[in-house]
């Protein structure tokens, strides 16, 4: 199976996907989050990827993978049928918007300071209201600093990337950002740093994040990526994958 890859700058979410649906079984959203999804050479990887992509395969369906901005790529796969999303943490603010597919893996969400800003003390989530913080727009890191009482561009700075906050927290610019450490690592070195530079101050959550349909998808994709998921743990694929990233 072909898996075509491309970026998509869109005006009508509606065209596009009309346009699709004769060629491609199902429709693929996700969005840079490093070393989960990005792309390397013009090329689409990265673990999540590289699983939902295997699974794809075995399941026998065609798809086109698009990269969105995080909060587009949601709203757009709970609009539309047979528009898979990943990686999408399974929070309560999204449950009854999703068709809950299978988790891809489980990620642990901190805060995270530069070592050297010794000014910054926290030992609880209401310490870091005394600060600002970097999230990536509607993430659910976002969503949950939201639904304790954060403020955007109060505490809260909003980036379209998770780059752009770590850059920023190395530059001083931010004095916190909300993150996972796997992208943290890989971010840090991409913008000249390293994640030794930097320390966990708080754990926020831990979640597993999934493929997901918005609804109304077809139940017969659900139950072949379901199992073909199922058939690629037993095998230990997964397995081999996620030992790439460790």
Not at 122 to 130: G, P, Q, V
Not at 153 to 176: H, P, T
Not at 204 to 219: I, P, T
């Amino acid at each position: 199976m072909k898996l075509l890859v491309r970026i998509v700058l869109f005006f009508s979410i509606f065209s596009i996907f009309s346009n699709l649906a004769a060629a491609h079984d199902i429709t693929v959203l996700t969005t840079i989050w490093a070393p989960y999804a990005y792309e390397e050479n013009g090329k689409l990887t990265g673990l999540s990827t590289e699983i939902v992509t295997a699974v794809l395969d075995r399941a026998g369906l065609s798809a086109k993978f698009y990269l969105y901005p995080w909060k587009r790529a949601i709203v757009t796969a709970a609009d539309q049928k047979d528009v898979l999303i990943y990686p999408l943490m399974r929070i309560k603010e999204r449950e009854n918007n999703f068709i809950w597919v299978a988790p891809v893996f489980n990620a642990e969400i901190s805060l995270y300071k530069l070592k050297k800003r010794t000014d910054i003390t926290i030992t609880s989530l209401d310490d870091a209201r005394k600060y600002t913080i970097g999230v990536l727009r509607g993430a659910a890191m976002h969503q949950h600093l939201l639904s304790h009482g954060f403020v955007d561009n109060q505490q809260l700075r909003i980036f379209g990337s998770n780059r752009k906050s770590v850059e920023l927290l190395f530059k001083e610019r931010i004095d916190l950002i909300a993150d996972n450490p796997m992208v943290v690592s890989y971010e840090a070195q991409k913008v000249g740093f390293s994640m030794t530079e930097t320390q966990k101050v708080l754990h926020l959550f831990e979640n597993e994040a999934y493929m997901a349909f918005g609804k109304g998808s077809s139940e017969k994709y659900v139950e072949r990526l379901k199992k073909a998921l199922e058939h690629l743990r037993s095998e230990g694929t997964i397995e081999t994958i996620c030992e790439k990233y460790r």
